[in-house]
């Protein structure tokens, strides 16, 4: 009979479904908002990661053409044919070439000396923005997507303290709901923040290596122009190349 009594009474209980898609249907319209807010950032800052991982990798190989090819060249317009159009090295012996061009109309070498390093560093410089581009959207997620899941986790708490102030009582079917959301909201906020700083970190180390050597090679050119073609660096083979590629991309940041 006590048996009976105990299963009755356990049919009798409502009996509640607790889960994710139950948490978030209970936050509503205002949980599914910044649950997209956090997906929209999160799916952003993974296709910014492959895409500008991408364009440093081929930035990074482009490399092995300058280095092997581009200074057995005998002019730079020679030189500039063997590299790949579009590329940031082609861009750069382009510019060099125009500002070459306009420093044969200058009279005074030291002016002329100065407007050929003012060129390549402008074209650096455009180069370098163009590889830096998406990472602040990296940087805003970075320091925004908690404080966005931490919306979620207020307004969650909010609902279970209103729950429980109507039932009079603190039910576990009463909060379980509106905690259980505030919960799922903190956590995934850190999720989407933590891969986009390391992407974020790890992409600037990336860019400050081919800014060096990017520095490096405008230098070599503006050399080569003020020697007249004399002075050029050494033309390494496809082993030292490669190695040398894969230094400039493997090498740990230089520590502030």
């Known amino acids: 009979m006590t048996f009976e009594i105990l ?31 956090l997906v929209i950032m999160s799916v952003g800052s993974f296709y910014i990661l492959f895409t500008k991982l991408f364009e440093q990798r081929k930035v990074v190989a482009q ?8 200074w057995k060249a005998n002019s730079l317009r020679e030189g500039a044919t063997k590299l790949e159009k579009n590329s940031a090295w082609r861009q750069l012996v382009d510019d060099a070439v125009t500002a070459e061009d306009q420093h044969a109309k200058m009279t005074d070498k030291l002016e002329a000396h ?26 805003t997620v970075g320091a925004t997507a908690p404080f966005v899941g931490l919306l979620g986790t207020v307004i969650g708490i909010y609902r279970a303290l209103i729950n429980i102030g109507i039932a009079g009582s603190a039910s576990i079917d009463k909060v379980a709901g509106p905690v259980g959301e505030a919960l799922i909201m903190t956590a995934i906020g850190l999720l989407v923040a933590v891969p986009a700083v390391f992407a974020y970190n790890w992409l600037q180390g990336r860019n400050k290596r081919i800014q060096e050597m990017l520095s490096a090679f405008s230098t070599d050119l503006l050399a080569y122009i003020n020697s007249n073609g004399s002075v050029k660096p050494a033309v390494m083979t496809a ?18």
């Open 114 to 139: 100065d407007w050929m390093h003012g060129s390549l560093a402008r074209s650096e410089d455009t180069i370098n923005s163009k590889l830096a581009s998406g990472l602040p959207f990296l940087a």
């Open 7 to 37: 299963a009755a009474a356990a049919d009798a209980a409502p009996q509640s479904s607790f889960g994710f898609l139950e948490a978030m249907e209970q936050g509503g319209i205002i949980a599914w908002s910044i649950l997209t807010v």
């Open 63 to 70: 490399y092995k053409g300058v280095r092997t090819n581009f």
């Open 239 to 256: 082993p030292s190349t490669q190695q040398a590629a894969k230094a400039a991309a493997t090498a740990p940041a230089a520590k502030k």
